[in-house]
């Protein structure tokens, strides 16, 4: 992040000025590289997120392609600025369409119902702020809507989405959540989704069903993030709750 600014008095003093700018398109470059490096993990890197996982993954991609693309304008106008001394127009707007462009994604995410990092703030801060009383009998209208299988299975699953489906604002669904079972959304979806596989790993009908099929059907976008998850909750991984006890001899 750093390099740049850290080699520039140092290419200044040598009289290499003309190199800052490949410093800087290599400090872009790596992180595109490492942005898009990450991303092929697919949402795992950010299950701490739990329901907001997919949408940040969809971000880190988009990030990715906008320091890519960023690295390449940058060497763009430096060499026009090497050969004529001036920026053209069109470098300009080379420059300022990308950023226009996240803007207009990440409206288009909330028009579509996906979550956002400040979305998850949000619900990170509500315990804290002050808010008026849940409106009684939600609570139980949130946990039976969010057993259904069509919004624990979801694996992009957002509060705003949920919200909707619902038809209740996402700060009343939050506020309560928080107040009457003391937990965020997302923690109440994992836990859905956890005791519904805890069902189908002990249903006699799944038992051909591997582990990352149950995964998959209760809403989890890996295995390895499922039994992460999984052992938090009970203590054991999936195969150990799976396990039928051993048959007692008889004598």
């Known amino acids: 992040h750093f390099l740049p600014a850290g080699f520039a ?15 800087l398109s290599l400090s872009l470059l790596a992180y595109a590289v490492w942005f898009g490096w990450l991303a092929r993990k697919g949402p795992a890197p950010f ?3 739990g329901a907001y996982a997919a949408t940040a993954h969809r971000w880190l991609i988009g990030f990715a392609a906008f320091f890519l693309l960023s690295a390449v304008v940058d060497q763009v106008i430096a060499r026009q600025v090497a050969s004529s001394g001036e920026i053209a127009a069109s470098s300009v707007l080379a420059l300022t369409i990308p950023g226009l462009l996240l803007a207009v994604g990440f409206l ?16 990170q801060t509500l315990p804290k702020t002050a ?5 009684e009998g939600l ?26 489906r619902l038809g209740v604002p996402a700060r009343v669904i939050s506020v309560a959540v928080n107040d009457e ?9 994992s836990r859905t989704r956890i005791n519904v596989a805890k069902r189908l790993l002990n249903d006699p009908v ?19 993030n499922f039994n992460k998850e999984f ?18 001899e008889s004598t």
């Not at 008095?9 to 410093?23: E, I, W, Y």
């Open 206 to 224: 799944s038992e051909n069903t591997t582990i990352l099929e149950i995964a998959y059907a209760v809403g989890f976008g890996s295995k390895s």
């Open 181 to 189: 079972l003391g937990m965020t959304f997302s923690q109440l979806l």
């Open 47 to 49: 299950q701490h997120l």
């Open 108 to 123: 288009l995410l909330g028009a579509m119902g996906g979550g956002s990092v400040f979305e998850w703030l949000l619900e």
């Open 231 to 248: 052992k938090r909750q009970t203590g054991m991984t999936p195969t150990e709750f799976r396990k039928p006890p051993p048959r007692a």
């Open 139 to 164: 609570t139980e209208r949130i946990e039976a809507a969010i057993s259904e299988e069509r919004n624990y299975a979801d694996i992009n699953l957002t509060l705003s989405r949920f919200a909707k």
């Open 9 to 23: 008095p140092l290419l200044a003093v040598m009289g290499q000025a003309n190199l800052l700018d490949l410093c």
């Open 131 to 135: 808010r008026a009383g849940t409106p």
